[in-house]
């Protein structure tokens, strides 16, 4: 085995096994070396290195008639200027022994940084409400946030309503049905399914929900790498628009 494949081979350990050649190139740049993107794909590929693959969403578990109808005021501009601008939330479900588990997560736009997530048995409002609460109490933003969903009817409550409104955010929606406008949510769900659940086994909802903080803040968050931020990670991105604004 050659060196540069050892390496790769220890980098993709430390990714929890979930990076593909293009992370490992960026990595192994990282660490000084000189390869071209080509060569570590090959070298992965001799090596039986791969990312892992997820499963699908739950058939039948969301929609329904929404109790009302907001504009989509995002219209699907994905790419805000700064942080606490625009946040994403969603819904998926986690296969445990003892049924599901729901996980409702609150993404800002600008980083791709889970800044609130809940998990709980059932799928009401009060999961999403949650999140949402974390998410405000952590970055306790200045100004109004946009918070984008779709219209299940967790996402039109009265509770959900004025939470809103008590905490000056405000709400556009997707069109019911119209799965690209949360993309973003739709995008970590399935990097987390593909590079964690899909891999374990949760006998209780207690360790799907370890599972879930490991993922967010052990590693998605504080390590793992996007593309969109220029290889970096959400907090390494968030930190280094902070550097910049101080001009170091």
Not at 86 to 110: C, P, Q, S
Not at 165 to 182: F, I, K, T, V, Y
Not at 201 to 226: G, S
Request: glycine fraction near 6%; hydrophobic fraction near 35%; charge should be positive.
């Amino acid at each position: 085995m050659s060196r540069q494949t050892e390496l790769i081979r220890q980098a993709w350990n430390d990714s929890g096994k979930v990076y593909g050649y293009r992370k490992l190139h960026d990595d192994l740049l990282d660490q000084g070396e000189t390869c071209c993107p080509n060569r570590v794909a090959r070298l992965t590929r001799l090596a039986g290195i791969k990312a892992q693959i997820g499963y699908k969403r739950r058939p039948g578990s969301y929609g329904g008639k929404p109790s009302l109808a907001v504009d989509n005021t995002l219209d699907r501009q994905f790419d805000v200027a700064a942080p606490d601008r625009a946040w994403v939330t969603d819904i998926t479900y986690i296969r445990i022994l003892e049924g599901f588990a729901y996980l409702a997560v609150v993404i800002d736009l600008y980083s791709r940084r889970v800044v609130g997530w809940s998990m709980q048995s059932r799928q009401p409002p009060d999961v999403v409400l949650q999140a949402l609460h974390m998410a405000v109490w952590r970055r306790k933003p200045k100004q109004r946030v946009l918070i984008q969903s779709d219209q299940g009817s967790q996402f039109t409550s009265m509770d959900w309503a004025a939470f809103i409104r008590a905490h000056n955010l405000e709400h556009p929606m997707s069109r019911r049905g119209n799965c690209h406008d949360n993309a973003v949510a739709e995008s970590f769900f399935s990097s987390l399914k593909r590079e964690r659940i899909r891999r374990r086994t949760y006998k209780t909802r207690d360790e799907a929900r370890q599972d879930a903080f490991d993922y967010i803040e052990m590693f998605y968050n504080p390590v793992r790498k996007h593309v969109r931020n220029g290889m970096l990670s959400p907090a390494q991105f968030e930190q280094q628009r902070f550097l910049k604004a101080e001009g170091v």
